[in-house]
């Protein structure tokens, strides 16, 4: 018997042990190859789509049958039970919660109706439901609601989609922001579909094309999520007012070189200004903009699934998934992490609530002034301080997420408004004083919505009813949302 033989037949528990061994070694790594190829060949597909997709197509399901795993985190979206400190996406009365906001914008539409967006998935039954848009509105309103909104600009052309009646264009616009918005249909790349963001970019010297993806990452949400206005009273051409920067005093400037008005307060009469959301701007401002990060990297982290790595297109505060936002960057823990947003959140609003409370009573001793025989000229410094504090109190509210974007600079802005507010206030106090009016002006009982409602004029039951109305007679020919 050779010696080979021979260590067999005594050690043959070992050699099997290690014929298994190799077998399993083997197996394993074949099965491991073959997951591989499969990833790969999955990955490959994910760029091939199952069906072509036209130039224009609105429908969020057609993009969906090439990218399922994109539109049912897309299809998430729907929920609405998400609800943090000052956010998420279940519905919130603004003005219930902060009654003062009705008096802030006596004469405006939103003092009528302001509540939180639910998200993009219920951008077009919002936009219809509320009581905002019982007021005569243009196309315009609709530019940031809707899929069907890039196929209308591409075929009507910008300017006259703008001008058009918003109630005459609402039978066209019936699928929800989504994949459209934001992805070429044949290349999936990202791209600008609103003209406004290219045209304020080439007003200073910028081109859009030379953007890297990181930075279209965050300007795909940019075309939206800024401040604008409508530009000419019969054009209502969108525009985002950059020209002199985008800081609240820059934009501010902006305006008035261009001597715009938003509407002119129902109790003060002062011509004032309306901040719509200036997220983009703001979040420029903040260390996670400084440090690199994208909207798309806090608000739609990537996933795996199967091995495939994806974007998660279920757009939500980040709070709703600490661990697949936060954490992936930082390692403090989940409670840690949104105790610190809170704190900033919280700090951010106690300033608000002061501006908002010397804005109040600056409007309402206007109003004293007025009726006590006080001269424009007498009023107008009056004006132009209410107008400026106000303006920088609704840069810093209006913005979703700002004081968490920006801590440091929606505390600036907000002190500056108080400043502005309380100046108002003392110049006012001479004022009245030598118009022989008591001082402290007495204030009203607005503790609430309804109340604030009253007091500035609303008939909400009578607006209720012409909502109901305008929805039977109207809304209802256009079909339901394509959600």
């Known amino acids: ?203 200073q010297g910028k081109k859009i094309e030379e953007s890297t993806h990181q930075q279209m990452r965050s300007q795909v949400c940019a075309q939206c999520h800024v401040e604008y206005y409508f530009k000419g009273k019969q054009e209502k051409y969108l525009t985002f007012p950059w020209d002199e920067g985008s800081t609240a005093e820059q934009i501010q400037a902006y305006y008035d070189k261009v001597e715009h008005v938003d509407w002119v307060h129902k109790i003060s009469g002062a011509p004032m200004l309306k901040a719509q959301h200036p997220d983009w701007e703001i979040f420029q401002m903040g260390i996670h903009f400084q440090r690199g990060l994208a909207c798309a990297d806090c608000h739609m982290p990537y996933r795996s699934e199967g091995g495939v790595k994806f974007t998660n297109h279920k757009i939500a505060s980040p709070l709703e998934n600490v661990a697949g936002s936060c954490q992936v960057c930082h390692r403090e823990s989940e409670k840690a992490l949104i105790d610190n947003v809170q704190e900033r959140q919280e700090k951010v609003r106690q300033l608000a609530g002061m501006a908002e409370d010397l804005l109040v009573r600056a409007h309402i001793e206007t109003r004293v002034a007025l009726d006590r025989g006080a001269t424009p000229e007498q009023i107008k410094p009056v004006y132009q301080l209410i107008r400026q504090a106000q303006w920088r109190w609704d840069f810093v509210v209006a913005s979703h997420g700002g004081s968490f974007h920006a801590p440091i600079e929606c505390a600036r802005i907000m002190g500056n408004a108080i400043e502005k507010a309380a100046e108002a206030r003392t110049q006012l106090a001479g004022l009245l004083g030598r118009l022989g009016v008591e001082l402290p002006v007495a204030m009203p009982d607005i503790s609430t919505k309804a109340k604030a409602q009253r007091y500035i004029g609303l008939d909400m039951a009578r607006l209720e009813a012409e909502k109901a109305d305008f929805k039977a007679r109207v809304i209802s020919t256009w079909g339901e949302p394509a959600l």
């Open 1 to 203: 018997m050779s010696g080979d033989q021979t260590k067999f037949t005594q050690k043959p528990l070992f050699y099997w042990m290690l014929f298994i061994a190799t077998a399993v070694v083997v197996f394993l790594i074949g099965l491991f190859g073959a997951s591989v190829l499969e990833r790969r060949s999955e990955s490959y597909q994910l760029l091939q789509p199952v069906k072509p997709i036209a130039d224009w197509e609105p429908s969020n399901a057609a993009w969906g049958e090439n990218y399922p795993r994109e539109y049912e985190t897309y299809r998430a979206t729907a929920e609405t039970t998400f609800a943090s400190l000052h956010g998420g996406s279940a519905t919130i009365d603004a003005l219930e919660r902060y009654p003062r906001l009705v008096v802030l914008w006596a004469g405006y539409a939103f003092s009528r109706d302001y509540k939180q967006g639910r998200g993009h998935y219920h951008a077009v039954e919002d936009i219809r439901n509320t009581l905002r848009t019982n007021v005569p509105q243009p196309g315009t309103c609709w530019s940031c609601k809707s899929t069907d909104v890039p196929r209308l600009i591409n075929k009507m052309g910008a300017a006259e989609f703008y001008k058009a009646k918003w109630e005459d264009l609402g039978s066209e616009v019936v699928n929800n922001i989504g994949c459209q918005d934001c992805h070429d249909p044949k290349t999936m790349n990202l791209r600008i579909t609103r003209p406004a963001l290219i045209e304020a970019y080439q007003r």
